[in-house]
Nanobody, 125 residues
Framework: QLQLVESGGGLVQPGGSLRLSCAAS????????IGWFRQAPGKEREGVSC????????NVADSVKGRFTISRDNAGNMVYLQMNSLKPEDTAVYYC??????????????????WGQGTQVTVSS
């Protein structure tokens, strides 16, 4: 059974860092386009960053550009989101998503078929 499991969320002070991980099981991430999304209370889910199957192409939302970095380890079947200089407005549930696709795609929710359960990130002093 194809499954995505996020981890690494938590409470962090403004300016701090967190590294989110997304572990895939039941399938190989090799031919999958991967995205990180987030949803804050009362807001729509938004794309944070996406990475192509090879890792050669990435998209990053303007709101996190220069602070967040997406990466992947296909051999380890893992995807990561390094988050630095965190702000209170980064507080949200963060989800990873996967779609079988060669090459990059649109970094929007509708692109992705498989989703993890999410991990909470809270940025507060």
């Amino acid at each position: 059974q194809l499954q995505l499991v996020e981890s690494g969320g938590g409470l962090v002070q403004p300016g701090g860092s967190l590294r989110l991980s997304c572990a895939a099981s039941g399938f190989s991430l090799d031919n999958y386009y991967i995205g990180w999304f987030r949803q804050a209370p009362g807001k729509e889910r938004e794309g944070v960053s996406c990475i192509s199957d090879s890792g050669g192409s990435t998209n990053v939302a303007d709101s996190v550009k220069g602070r967040f970095t997406i990466s992947r380890d296909n051999a380890g079947n893992m995807v990561y989101l390094q988050m630095n200089s965190l702000k209170p407005e980064d507080t949200a549930v963060y989800y990873c998503a996967a779609e079988r696709r060669i090459g990059p795609g649109l970094c929007i929710s509708a692109t992705f078929h498989y989703w993890g359960q999410g991990t909470q990130v809270t940025v507060s002093s």
